[in-house]
């Protein structure tokens, strides 16, 4: 059975219904020196896409930026939010022959353009079950709790 689960920071209460936001891609992850190229493509994909069910205007980024980058191209494209992920880890393990599990956590700040400033934070941890058939990988314990996480964000509350 997967564990996943998300940290609500307790300080969002509803951002304003149609915003736009800006999604940062992130650094690849890596485990130890092993690095997951595209891991961080995928992780602003499944945020790009938890945000298109409840709001008008969404784009990602197509390079890696830093903050500051990425709150400068946000704020040239005229959008009201910011959202910079940061892998913080990303292990994909071989789990139905070693028993060690998939594990994944990832930060995810909700920037309001004009300050600057976090409006809400999170960080999203999983791990895969013990007993997979194969095929499982870190991405695929993102879009839940990355649902429930911009659900509670926009709506104030978590279903």
């Known amino acids: 059975m997967d564990s996943t689960h998300f940290v609500k920071d307790g300080k969002s209460t509803g951002l ?5 936001y800006y999604v940062a891609l992130p650094e690849d992850g890596q485990y130890g020196a092993k690095p997951y190229p595209g891991s961080g493509k995928m992780t602003a994909s499944t945020i790009k896409s938890a945000l298109q069910k ?9 390079r890696v930026e830093d903050f500051d980058q990425a709150l400068n191209s946000a704020r ?5 939010y ?9 292990e994909d393990r071989a789990t139905e022959w070693n028993f060690m599990r998939d594990k994944v956590e990832v930060k995810i700040d909700i ?11 999170t960080v999203i941890e ?8 194969g095929g ?3 991405q695929d314990l993102l879009p839940d709790p990355i649902n429930e ?5 926009l709506y104030g509350t978590v279903q």
Request: no cysteine; proline share 5%.
């Open 54 to 62: 409840n709001s008008q205007k969404v784009t990602s980024s197509n």
């Open 16 to 20: 304003p219904s149609h915003s736009s």
């Open 82 to 90: 910011l959202v910079f992920p940061t892998i913080l880890h990303w």
């Open 136 to 138: 499982d990988h870190p």
């Open 149 to 153: 996480y911009f659900r509670s964000a």
């Open 76 to 80: 040239i494209g005229g959008y009201s």
């Open 111 to 121: 920037v309001d353009v004009f300050s600057g400033e976090a409006e809400s934070s």
């Open 126 to 133: 999983g791990k895969s079950g013990i007993a997979t058939l």
